[in-house]
């Protein structure tokens, strides 16, 4: 029999949980409605996670986008969502909600943009409305 200490994430109480595992039984204790014992049944048998991330973007404004999973994925595929997110170099533009990544790891999870990021100016597009060379005044309030 193991016994594992959590706290409970579903509400901002916080209960302390102590979940016993044996065989194929989770028995949780401390929980002061029903969600807790679904969230402790949860974390012990099969924990997940809804995951935030970067991923490289080109010809963007923003060299990187903020992304994260549509839905919540196990925790032992994170380092490998991590992996293939480092992998991907996307070009923009992009829009906020776009669904960059179809059926993660075959987990039915899609992983979206969490925001925007518009095309870079081109050169033929028109001057830069400040140019590099520019000294750039800085106003600093103290
Ligand atoms: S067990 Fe119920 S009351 Fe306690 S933190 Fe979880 S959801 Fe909230």
């Known amino acids: 029999m193991e016994k594992r ?3 409970c994430i579903s509400c901002p109480l ?9 065989a194929d ?6 929980n002061r409605c029903e969600k807790g014992v679904v969230y402790a049944k949860a974390e012990v ?3 997940q996670r809804v995951v935030t991330s970067n ?7 923003s060299p990187l986008v903020s992304v994260k999973t549509s ?3 196990p925790k032992g595929l994170i380092g490998k969502m991590i ?4 992998n991907i170099r996307l070009h923009a533009p992009i829009r906020i909600g776009q669904v960059l990544i179809r059926d993660l790891l075959g987990t039915g999870v899609d992983v979206v943009a969490t925001r925007a990021v518009e095309l870079l100016p ?21």
């Open 25 to 30: 039984t989770v028995t949780v204790t401390g």
């Open 5 to 7: 200490g959590l706290t």
């Open 83 to 86: 992996q293939e997110l480092k």
């Open 122 to 142: 081109t050169a033929q597009s028109g001057p830069s409305p400040i140019p590099i060379s520019h000294p750039i005044d800085v106003c600093v309030k103290l």
């Open 14 to 22: 916080g209960c302390d949980l102590e979940a016993e595992v044996s």
């Open 71 to 73: 839905a919540p994925i």
């Open 55 to 61: 991923v490289l973007v080109e010809g963007g404004l």
């Open 45 to 47: 048998l099969n924990p």
